[in-house]
């Protein structure tokens, strides 16, 4: 989203081993740069100046010194220019207070020019060169008009960049449902793929209003604990599935707990009375799990508007 380079370099050499890195971060929630520490002890919380493609930036190291295979990086990592100084801190400090009048600015040419779009966030770059306006608007927005404005009025180059609604999130940060910091604006570098088959994989309620994210999006936690219930539920039977159990009935499969790897079990006891039991999965026989399109009972009409609510995140 930021257009920074990764911190590699132009000429590409072929390199074997390992070597010493470091991971810069811009702003927060985003993408982790790696550097190459040159030598310097650098530790985790400390500030850096870096060359990236915009120029030289003012970084904060998120991962210490470490090493990393160079099979990693298809080019050598830029190197460290320096330890940020105090004349660095303030130059940045001084960028965030100008960014905050920038911001006001903008939201009164916005509404000057008429134009529908709600701004976001604004960035200067280190060195000022640049100041970007980042924006969201339901459609395409003609803001030829607006950037001359502004490049009347800061005298530096301007850019602006509409975002989705999952970046929007990203950089405003907020609360999840879990009373938590958003993951995207904490710790998440990137967007993970989610889908709503993670939702049904985890026996979550697949309706969208409560496994969406502040953005109206899925959430992204979905992916945090797909793995173990892929695992789980590969172990356990599918409900309406016939088993057999270890005390010599037959039953079917009324529910499972997939975290305790427990099977309630409809049998027939004597000649016509059933009842439920509960048994451990290792107490039962059964066949293999089918697969996941198999055994989809969802109807049309709620697969529907599931697969759009997916598709509409993919698109954002």
């Known amino acids: 989203m930021d257009g920074r380079a990764t911190g590699h370099s132009d000429m590409i050499e072929e390199n074997t081993g390992m070597v010493k890195i470091i991971g810069v971060r811009f702003r927060n929630g985003g993408k982790v740069y790696y550097f190459d520490p040159a030598d310097m002890e650098i530790q985790k919380g400390q500030h850096v100046i870096v060359e990236t493609a ?18 990693t990086f298809s080019q050598p990592l830029k190197a460290v220019i320096r330890m940020a100084n105090e004349q660095d801190e303030a130059t940045e400090q001084k960028n965030k207070e100008k960014e905050k009048a920038a911001f006001k600015t903008c939201v009164e040419k916005i509404a000057k020019h008429k134009l529908e779009m709600k701004l976001i966030d604004v960035e200067y770059t280190f060195d000022n060169n640049k100041i970007l306006f980042y924006f969201t608007a339901d459609g395409r927005v003609d803001f030829r008009e607006l950037v001359k404005d502004l490049a009347s009025v800061f005298r530096t180059r301007i850019e602006l960049r509409q975002v989705g609604v999952r970046d929007e999130t990203k950089i405003l940060g907020g609360i999840g449902i879990c009373g938590r910091a958003l993951c995207c604006h904490s710790y998440l570098s990137e967007f993970i793929p989610v889908s709503i088959k993670m939702a049904k994989e985890q026996n979550l309620s697949l309706n969208p209003t409560k496994i969406s994210g502040v953005c109206g999006r899925l959430m992204c936690c979905l992916k945090n604990e797909e793995d173990t219930y892929e695992h789980l539920n590969s172990k356990l039977p599918g409900i309406g599935d016939h088993v057999t159990t270890d005390d010599g009935l037959k039953g079917e499969v009324h529910s499972v707990s997939v975290l305790r790897q427990l099977v309630k079990v409809v049998v027939t006891v004597g000649k016509d009375e059933k009842e439920i039991r509960e048994y451990k999965v290792e107490q039962l026989k059964f066949k293999p799990r089918r697969s996941k399109k198999d055994k989809s009972k969802q109807s049309d009409g709620e697969l529907d508007k599931l697969e759009k609510m997916e598709s509409a995140e993919g698109n954002a």
């Not at 210490?64 to 099979?71: F, H, I, N, S, Y």
Request: aromatic share 12%; glycine share 16%; hydrophobic share 40%.
């Open 54 to 71: 915009r120029g030289i930036e003012f970084g904060y190291v998120v991962l210490g010194v470490r090493e990393l295979d160079t099979k």
